[in-house]
């Protein structure tokens, strides 16, 4: 088997997984990753032959920008303080104590080579925990949490590794330096995502075509990643911020082809994407544990004590933090998006996967230092690092579902639907007054003035039935039947001229290219 045949049938994997998942209750990351276990233990398998330093630029870009459009940037304004006690001030705390332990453990271990260790251990991988959550009907707040958690500590932990790792290259190592660094970073990726988001902006009015504009929003986060990378700024970052300005001003309400094509499309790159990051994980996990020798037992010592470090450092900072968010939400009275009981916290804790960011980062571990000698103990920092992602990612993904089931955890169905017939009150409301507008514009039959009103009560109707008393609900209820009824039957007429169609794209004289448009127009009226 060669590499090309290994990535297809990581890539077959990403697809079954999803299912399969949704069947056994489990995630399809955890799913992905022992599967890669799986294929390494193989012996006709090879090994990964992927440089570690295009793992970064190549996964992290869409992944985090198909995680990015799930939120907005007004959600984030409105969370900025829970994210700030809850996640990035985390990942400073984890990267110390990590540091501090690791630098007792291992010896000759440098305090700098000791704290990149905690910064690459210390994200949460955002994949993971959005997938699992999202999986397993969490509160949508929660959801919120962790996506913001995910998104931001990924940019905290790679800057904080990046100035460790500089440390131990160069030999030296300066905190003003070093903040100096953190904050040229953030601005430097500030403004590049705010550029790159301004010009996608306008490069997707100008393409028009859904196709077009579709294939644009896959480069975006690349040439946003790159490109800050190059001035010295944080990739990751300014990947986040094109993303978060393309969901508030890069969407046109009438753009429908373009939203659908565009959702299908990062569902797509998602999953795929999803599925070889955490495939490579499995492969690599298998890889790194095969350390031969007594140091086996040793290494695997170290590796447990971090893991613990890092998996009692978050229920220690999220408890009294939470309660810190509570008490601040109080007493300001915003709409914080913080956990509201101590289960919602221990889930939130459990939640704490590593995964891609990690892996990356440790494989990114350079060989040598300035001066050509050995970068300290890089073997057993990558192998400690291992032991943490396995730990964490297949431990607690197995068993986050369990724990949440046990702590009966779930969304609060109560407050969708509230939020479901604000929409609809204010959807119909504006389709009442844009009719109001058009009737005094223009004459319109009565009949055909009365049918239109009884669309826009419609149009909300559809949204939350609850608009509705209980006699016109059940006149609701009868009309949906007899549409169904209608619908149906269009389908199969349509589908019926779908087949005639495309029939004769096989016969002779037949042009491919008119037969394709034709048949696109059917199924954008059957998509109607």
Not at 140 to 155: H, P
Not at 261 to 283: N, S
Request: proline share 6%; charged share 20%.
């Amino acid at each position: 088997m060669d590499q090309l045949a290994l990535l297809i049938l990581l890539l077959l994997g990403a697809l079954l997984t999803v299912p399969l998942g949704d069947r056994l209750g489990l995630p399809a990351p955890v799913l992905m990753t022992l599967f890669g276990i799986v294929l390494a233990l193989l012996p006709f398998v090879p090994d990964v032959e992927l440089p570690p330093e295009l793992i970064l630029p190549l996964v992290l870009p869409p992944l985090l920008y198909a995680t990015a459009q799930r939120t907005s940037w007004r959600q984030f304004a409105a969370n900025v303080r829970p994210i700030l006690l809850l996640a990035v001030a985390l990942v400073f705390v984890t990267t110390a104590a990590v540091g501090v332990v690791a630098g007792a453990l291992v010896p000759g271990l440098p305090l700098a080579a000791a704290l990149a260790l905690g910064a690459l251990v210390a994200p949460p991988d955002p994949v993971a925990a959005t997938a699992v959550a999202g999986s397993l009907g969490l509160p949508r707040r929660l959801v919120s949490i962790l996506e913001g958690e995910g998104l931001f500590n990924d940019v905290t932990a790679i800057v904080l590794y990046h100035v460790a790792v500089a440390a131990v290259v160069s030999g030296s190592f300066s905190w003003p330096e070093a903040l100096l660094e953190f904050v040229l970073s953030a601005v430097v990726a500030l403004v590049a995502g705010l550029v790159i988001g301004w010009l996608a902006t306008r490069l997707i009015d100008l393409l028009e075509d859904a196709t077009l504009q579709t294939g644009l929003t896959l480069l975006v986060p690349f040439v946003a990643y790159v490109l800050a990378e190059e001035l010295h700024g944080s990739g990751v970052l300014a990947v986040l911020v094109t993303a978060l300005y393309l969901t508030e001003f890069g969407k046109d309400a009438d753009d429908v082809m373009g939203r659908l094509a565009g959702q299908t499309f990062w569902q797509v790159v998602d999953t795929l994407v999803t599925g070889i990051a955490f495939g490579l994980i499995g492969l690599e996990l298998v890889h790194v544990f095969g350390t031969p020798g007594a140091r086996l037992g040793t290494m695997l010592g170290w590796g447990a004590a971090v893991l613990g470090v890092v998996v009692a450092v978050r229920l220690l900072w999220l408890l009294p933090a939470t309660w810190v968010a509570k008490k601040l939400h109080r007493l300001r009275d915003v709409a914080e998006e913080i956990p509201m009981s101590w289960r919602e916290t221990v889930v939130m804790w459990w939640s704490g996967m590593r995964g891609v960011a990690s892996v990356a980062l440790a494989l990114a571990l350079p060989l040598h230092t300035a001066d050509g000698a050995p970068f300290p103990a890089r073997e057993e920092l990558v192998f400690i690092a291992f032991c943490v992602i396995l730990g964490t990612l297949v431990v607690q993904g197995l068993t986050l579902p369990w724990l949440v089931n046990r702590l009966g955890v779930e969304a609060d169905a109560d407050a969708e639907r509230r939020l479901e017939r604000e929409l609809a009150i204010r959807a119909t409301g504006a389709a009442k007054r844009r009719l109001k507008e058009i009737e005094e514009a223009e004459e319109l039959p009565e009949e055909v003035q009365e049918r239109l009103l009884r669309g826009a009560y419609d149009i909300g109707a559809r949204i939350s039935p609850d608009l509705l008393g209980e006699d016109r609900r059940d006149a609701l209820v009868k009309r949906a039947q007899r549409l169904r009824e209608v619908h149906r039957i269009q389908r199969e007429m349509m589908s019926a001229a779908r087949h005639a169609v495309l029939a004769a794209r096989s016969e002779p004289g037949a042009d491919p290219e008119v037969v394709d448009r034709v048949l696109r127009q059917l199924d954008v009226r059957s998509m109607r």
